[in-house]
């Protein structure tokens, strides 16, 4: 294999990973618990910041020659900014869900997500001091390049295994979460909630939970793909970005793990990630907007035809020891014990 | 102070365009319960539209009006061709949200495509200034608001004293029982459609008329704040919107001249997200708690 399709296939390899981590993060949130998170790419952001800020080092004043300004700049060794990455999407996930979480109906949730992420932006842009602003970080050092001596190509497969550790590590977790018991629960939240809360589940810690849970995965993700690109401004992450795993996680079938990963092979890597390498036509712009309205399409082709995605989630049923155990307790009631 | 009373000035500009934008956007929202994000995003094709037609070297008045009449037509085809079939196919809430930023993405790149990355303006007469009480107003700010008061105007009469007024809210605070009285109420939406169309293509046009430039986003980045009025006013209240309008135009130009210029909008931002957390009983109003759809 040529070295040019060996740095193609393992780039793809490396995007497709981040995308599938955010897109379980967010079948977490979305298809497993209900919630309708249109600031998901905050999450993301927050990560990628971050394990920028955490490996850039301290900033360095404009008149010894540094270009960017931040907050909180470090040098912390490898796996570190990756974790620390995790952790600030689950404190930005609580922190929003501690307000945000509320009774609403649907499309206002989403609406009030929406405007959190449009705030997000805003911040992020006009507060310069915060992460660079409108021209966001850059030149963030890959993990682990000084310390292995390694070709170009052989530090992108590197990289790519390093994903592929990181998002079998997070299936890990989201599996462990939708096949236990938590899972069912948060699923009997998501179908009926009154029913949930009366069988005296806590229906706001649960969805708490789910969406702190999200954040994690989301910042991580963050975290691989700003390692992997080595800059991040607010253009990456603007909320029509959220539409796209949104869409992702319909077609490829939410609350089923398995299907998330295909959608998320489907919709960003190929329709996003993989274009980036045909060749340019027409006038500047015209790809990134054709791409934009295949992705609108497709959910509505979707939502249309496959609501359920391309690999529906499985119906749970449980005959055996309901079953078994209506009849015990109606044997009992005829019995007049 | 000295910056204080053009900021007024500036503010009642942008409420009457956010007073036409929402009263459009409240009004299809309350009698049909669609949450429509493409909103931004048909003022912004009808502004297009207007372009076009000034380039002719047509007057913009009758751009207006041309805007006007593409966004009313093709609010009623969105609805006709896409939203209701997916409302009858099953949708509910949150699909209708997808599908709705489906549309705007759809349309907003779709113009991008068209048009290119570039920067827009209408072609009309350079417009002399003028000032009263302490305000400067161009004659083209001066229009606006004279537009905005008589599309009110009319909007007033046509909810107060006409039978389809009527009509729009007995079907929007309950469909049902309106179909039931012998409500026509599929052409009630209908017409509720255009109308709302009609004054998102107007508030498209105006909303460009008042700027020295625009682009294929800048109908979406108007979205939040019309959304903002029409929550603050109370979903599918006309008349909420309008006093909406006037708090958050004038209360966005003034952070603008007081805080920075960047955090305009991050005042509507924040007055929506408050009410919607805070008050979702205000909101959902008896309207909107009616009819309520699982999500």
Redesign the interface.
């Known amino acids: 294999m040529s070295v040019a399709w060996q740095f193609y296939i393992s780039t793809v390899l490396i995007y497709l990973g981040v995308d599938v981590i955010a897109c379980w993060g967010l079948n977490l949130q979305f298809g497993v618990a209900?919630l309708?998170n249109?600031a998901y790419i905050i999450f993301q952001a927050a990560g990628a910041y971050t394990a920028s800020v955490l490996t850039l080092g301290p900033a360095k004043p404009a008149r010894l020659g540094g270009f960017q300004q931040y907050i909180g700049g470090a040098h912390w060794p490898f796996p570190l900014p990756i974790l620390a990455a995790g952790l600030v999407g689950g404190l930005l996930a609580a922190v929003v869900g501690g307000?945000?979480i509320?009774?609403?109906?649907?499309?206002?949730?989403?609406?009030?997500m929406?405007?959190?992420s449009?705030?997000a932006t805003?911040?992020a842009?006009?507060q310069v001091g915060l992460v660079n602003g409108p021209n966001g970080l850059a030149l963030v050092p890959k993990p682990l390049a000084t310390l292995v001596n390694l070709s170009p190509i052989g530090y992108q497969w590197l990289f790519a295994g390093l994903t592929v550790v990181v998002a079998a590590s997070v299936y890990w977790l989201v599996h462990v979460v939708t096949s236990s018991p938590l899972g069912r629960t948060l699923r009997a939240v998501r179908d009926n909630e009154q029913a949930a809360a009366a069988l005296g589940k806590n229906v706001t810690g649960l969805r708490m939970l789910a969406f702190v849970l999200g954040g994690v995965i989301a910042g991580v993700s963050g975290a691989i793909l700003v390692e992997f690109i080595s800059a991040w401004s607010p253009g990456s992450w603007l909320y029509?970005e959220t539409?796209v795993y949104?869409?992702a996680v319909?077609v490829g079938g939410s609350g089923n793990n398995f299907g998330v990963m295909v959608g998320a092979l489907l919709v960003p890597v190929a329709f996003l990630e993989a274009t980036r390498f045909v060749p340019q036509f027409g006038?500047?712009?015209?790809i990134?907007?054709?791409q934009?309205?295949i992705?609108?399409?497709l959910?509505?082709v979707f939502?249309?035809f496959w609501?359920r995605g391309v690999i529906p989630e499985r119906r749970r049923r449980f005959p055996a020891a309901g079953e078994a155990g209506v009849r015990r307790s109606l044997l009992r009631m005829g019995s007049g014990r | 102070m000295n910056t204080l009373v053009p900021a007024i000035g500036f503010g009642i500009v942008t409420a009457s365009i956010l007073a036409v934008a929402g009263v459009g956007f409240t009004l299809q929202f309350g009698v049909t319960n669609i949450?429509n994000l493409a909103y931004g995003d048909t003022m912004t094709a009808a502004a297009f539209v207007a372009y076009l037609v000034t380039r002719a070297g047509i007057s913009v008045w009758l751009a207006l009006v041309a805007g006007a009449a593409f966004g009313a037509v093709f609010s009623v085809l969105l609805n006709r061709g896409?939203y209701t079939p997916?409302v009858r196919?099953?949708?509910?809430?949150?699909?209708?949200?997808?599908?709705t930023?489906?549309?705007?993405?759809?349309l907003?790149?779709?113009l991008?495509?068209g048009f290119?990355?570039n920067f827009f303006s209408l072609t009309m007469a350079r417009p002399s200034s003028v000032h009263i009480a302490g305000m400067v107003f161009t004659t083209v700010q001066l229009a606006i608001i004279a537009i905005a008061v008589v599309a009110m105007l009319l909007i007033h009469v046509l909810l107060r004293y006409t039978k389809l007024g009527k009509a729009m809210r007995a079907t929007a605070t309950d469909p049902e029982l309106a179909r039931n009285c012998g409500i026509a109420t599929d052409r009630v939406i209908d017409l509720a459609w255009a109308i709302s169309g009609a004054l998102c293509g107007l508030a498209g046009v105006i909303l460009v008329m008042n700027v020295t430039a625009f682009t294929d986003t800048t109908g979406s980045q108007f979205l939040?704040p019309i959304?903002a009025v029409a929550v603050l006013g109370g979903i599918g209240q006309p008349y909420g919107a309008m006093l909406g309008a006037l708090v958050i135009g004038i209360a966005s130009e003034l952070a603008a001249a007081i805080i920075?210029p960047?955090?305009k909008?991050?005042v509507a931002?924040?007055i929506?997200?408050i009410v919607?957390?805070a008050r979702?009983q205000g909101?959902?109003s008896e309207i909107?708690t009616r009819k309520?759809?699982a999500?």
């Open positions: 209900g309708v249109f307000f945000a509320r009774r609403l109906r649907s499309d206002y949730e989403a609406m009030v929406l405007v959190v449009l705030i805003s911040v842009t006009n029509p539409f949104f869409t319909i006038p500047p712009g015209l990134d907007a054709l934009w309205i992705v609108g399409v959910a509505l939502l249309w609501p | 949450l896409i997916f196919h099953g949708t509910r809430l949150f699909g209708m949200i997808i599908v930023i489906a549309i705007s993405l759809i907003q790149n779709g991008l495509a290119g990355a939040i959304v920075s960047d955090y909008d991050v931002f924040v929506l997200v919607l957390l979702p909101i959902l909107a309520e759809v999500a």
